[in-house]
């Protein structure tokens, strides 16, 4: 099984120090890791981001397969979204997981709670 890393896990390996560095190693030496074209979205739009964490995280993201938001995930964000009243960018977040057959990384894993079949892990709890 590989990992889906959610945006809120690559803001957060900005800092050197945090935990999230460490689930990111963990996560390429699995089967397959990746993120989807959303959280690329808004990592690198965050206006809270200096341009050396930008540039850093996009050397970061180099490393993991970006997913497009295809029909198929959009099809089944739709889904998820109805059936548990996320917002859209945690249903597409979930989608992309669930597609992917990957445990989604999230810092907020209660935002998926509602989310059946979805696996998540916080590596801030871990």
Known sequence: MGYLIDSNVWISAASTKSPAREI??????????????????????????????????KEMMA????????????????HVSQS?????????????????QAILVSRNIEDFSTVPALLVINPFLE
């Open 63 to 78: 490393l993991f397969v970006e997913v497009p938001v295809d029909h198929k995930i959009i099809d089944k964000a739709i």
């Open 24 to 57: 990111l190693t963990k996560a390429l030496k699995s089967e397959w890791a990746g993120y989807s074209s959303i959280s690329r979205l808004e990592v690198l739009a965050d206006p809270s981001i200096s341009e050396e964490e930008k540039q850093a995280l």
């Open 84 to 100: 548990t009243k996320i917002k859209y960018t945690d249903a597409i977040a979930a989608a992309t997981a669930i597609n992917m």
